[in-house]
């Protein structure tokens, strides 16, 4: 694995861990009603999907169970119709998907590393 990749998994997990943090203890009703939670939230879910681009296809081919183009596509909705963006679909993620994508990038550098 290349350095720059490697350094994307590990700030991917960075930003994996504050969005969790910023949203900790908060029900739906509370993340929708305080905008520098959501901004907050919105811009590490973002700043993950850019992180995507320096993911080699190798490695995107090989854990196939991660939703890449899902990831990146949700970065370009982000910066390109931020307003448009489903609070709830945001609040499913953080609740349901990002522990999960955690999990998966902390596989790849584990296998990797052993590579």
């Known amino acids: 694995m290349k350095n720059k990749e490697y350094l994307s998994f590990i700030k991917m997990i960075e930003y994996i861990d504050k969005s969790i943090k910023y949203t900790e203890g908060y029900t739906f009703e509370q993340f929708e009603k305080d905008d520098k939670t959501i ?22 081919d090989k854990y196939t169970n991660i939703e890449w183009n899902m990831i990146k596509g949700l970065r370009n909705r982000i910066v390109h119709d931020y307003e448009g963006i489903s609070l709830k679909s945001i609040w499913f993620i953080i609740n349901n998907d990002i522990v999960q994508l955690k999990e998966d990038i902390e596989t790849i550098l584990n296998t990797e590393k052993e590579d």
């Open 39 to 60: 901004d907050a939230t919105i811009f590490t879910i973002s700043q993950i999907g850019e992180l995507v681009k320096n993911i080699s296809k190798e490695t995107m």
